[in-house]
Nanobody
Framework: QLQLAESGGGLVQAGDSLRLSCRAT????????MGWFRRAPGKEREFVAA????????YYQDSAKDRFTISRDNAENTVYLQMNRLRPEDTAVYYC?????????????????????WGQGTQVTVSS
């Protein structure tokens, strides 16, 4: 079982950068695919990015892959989301999630319903 805690959200201006962190408490962190999702006001939750347990393979939503970078530090039980050139439409609550799978397909990595554990979320607000 994992417990997840996000941090790093805040209020920024368009064009700024933020780095979100998600620290996991529990065993075998490297055995989990870690993902970032977001929910904007009035919208459905959507996939942003994910990284395999080894850190060697990443998955991105098309709109994020040129501006966002997901990474993880298994020694620190932490996954990061570096967000650059932020836009007002990136405003959302960002959640990290963990799925017990070593070699997911892209579909499995993107499927929120497949994730086992979720954090409480961190608010990111981008002003224009």
């Amino acid at each position: 079982q994992l417990q997840l805690a996000e941090s790093g959200g805040g209020l920024v201006q368009a064009g700024d950068s933020l780095r979100l962190s998600c620290r996991a408490t529990g065993r075998d962190f490297s055995g989990y695919l870690m993902g970032w999702f977001r929910r904007a006001p009035g919208k459905e939750r959507e996939f942003v990015a994910a990284v395999r347990g080894s850190g060697g393979t990443t998955y991105y939503q098309d709109s994020a892959k040129d501006r966002f970078t997901i990474s993880r530090d298994n020694a620190e039980n932490t996954v990061y989301l570096q967000m650059n050139r932020l836009r007002p439409e990136d405003t959302a609550v960002y959640y990290c999630a963990a799925q017990r799978i070593l070699v997911p397909s892209r579909g499995q990595a993107m499927g929120a319903q497949l994730y086992d554990y979720w954090g409480q979320g961190t608010q990111v607000t981008v002003s224009s």
